[in-house]
């Protein structure tokens, strides 16, 4: 009698732990698929098999994206999609005036600073006319006269490079598609502004300088990893100078050891005084959206991002020096920063760099 009672006291435990892991558990770790837009700069880790691999087995997540700069996935059509991830708060803030408080929540996951990218030859020209100096291998550029000499009209014959056509200029991404353009345009108001963070008043009297900057330019690429890939490419006769992100040598360095070999000694990385922080915000627009951020934000896709792909997630990846990439100069901190122009100063930036204000 008692195995017989002890055997039906067994089969309710099992009976109400299936139940339990059907009604309670189970909905948690549901393989899910979740689909959102993606700034190019972080596509390098989101087609990560080891990435892919840990979303899908330790959180029950298959993540699908749509390259888009960070200002143009907000005029996207959001149908269907269960997240945004931009590169700049700008984008949270256009979102949010366009579609108020339509998401579930938002945090910051990533970080990066806004760098130049060059060949040894022209940071070599640069430091003879005394624009460079290396602090602890780390090569820094003073900003506001690389500005004005652009704005002089400088030729790139004028600072000793012969070999380059025309004046001198530096190339970002479109500033109204893409992140690191605009926030190189709103880095390039703060100088305008005497190195002070760009306001409305201050657009008055130095936008006609800022739209002359960018119309120099001619057509811009959408995309940082495009324009970064196209550097690589090209050489210093068609990009001498570019806008980047430092995760961008940092990843590529991992990803294409070899090819790497090849450029290490020429590529240099100019770290702006000052600079900006790039910071990521992830936007989750639904349930699934939001078991994507809780998963990004977990020790271990967090590790992942800045041991391969160079994304400063926080204090001790800041404290890592460039022997971990084999990038000689990569900074532990970045100490010369400015705050970017508030969201509305960096609108009306981009209504001058647009023509569409005189």
Do not use: C
Request: net charge negative; hydrophobic share 40%.
């Amino acid at each position: 009698m008692k195995k017989r009672i002890l055997g039906l006291v067994i089969l309710a435990l099992v009976i109400v732990s299936a139940v339990a892991y059907q009604n309670f558990l189970r909905p948690k770790f549901r393989k899910v698929t979740a689909d959102g837009y993606l700034g190019g700069e972080k596509s390098g880790l989101f087609d990560d098999e080891r990435f892919s691999g840990v979303m899908l087995k330790k959180y029950g997540l298959s993540i699908h994206y749509k390259k888009a700069g960070s200002i143009d996935m907000i005029s996207a059509p959001l149908e269907n999609m269960d997240y945004l991830f931009p590169s700049n708060y700008t984008a949270l803030e256009l979102y949010r005036q366009q579609y108020g408080s339509a998401y579930t929540r938002t945090e910051t996951v990533f970080n990066s600073p806004i760098v130049l990218y060059t060949r040894k030859t022209v940071s070599e020209a640069f430091k003879k006319q005394g624009w460079t100096h290396t602090e602890n291998e780390t090569e820094y550029i003073n900003l506001p006269k690389l500005i004005d000499a652009i704005l002089a009209d400088t030729a790139w014959s004028g600072v000793g490079l012969d070999e380059l056509y025309g004046n001198l200029y530096v190339i970002s991404t479109d500033p109204l598609k893409s992140n690191s353009g605009n926030m190189f345009a709103g880095l390039v108001a703060n100088m305008l502004n005497g190195g002070e963070v760009a306001t409305g008043e201050s657009l008055k009297t130095d936008g006609r300088e800022l739209k002359r900057f960018f119309s120099k330019l001619g057509y811009l690429e959408s995309s940082s990893a495009d324009l970064f890939n196209s550097f690589l490419k090209t050489g210093i006769g068609a990009k001498p100078v570019i806008v980047g992100y430092e995760s961008q040598i940092l990843e590529f360095s991992v990803e294409h050891p070899e090819e790497w070999e090849h450029v290490r000694d020429d590529i240099v990385v100019l770290y702006p005084e000052p600079t900006v922080w790039s910071a990521h915000p992830f936007i989750a627009l639904t349930d699934k959206g939001d078991r994507v951020l809780d998963a990004l934000l977990e020790e271990e896709i967090q590790s992942l991002a800045w041991e391969t792909h160079g994304f400063r997630t926080g204090i001790a990846s800041a404290q890592q020096r460039g022997g971990r990439f084999g990038i000689k100069g990569l900074p532990g901190q970045v100490k010369k920063v400015i705050q970017l122009p508030s969201p509305d100063t960096m609108f009306k930036i981009m209504e001058i760099i647009s023509n569409r204000t005189p």
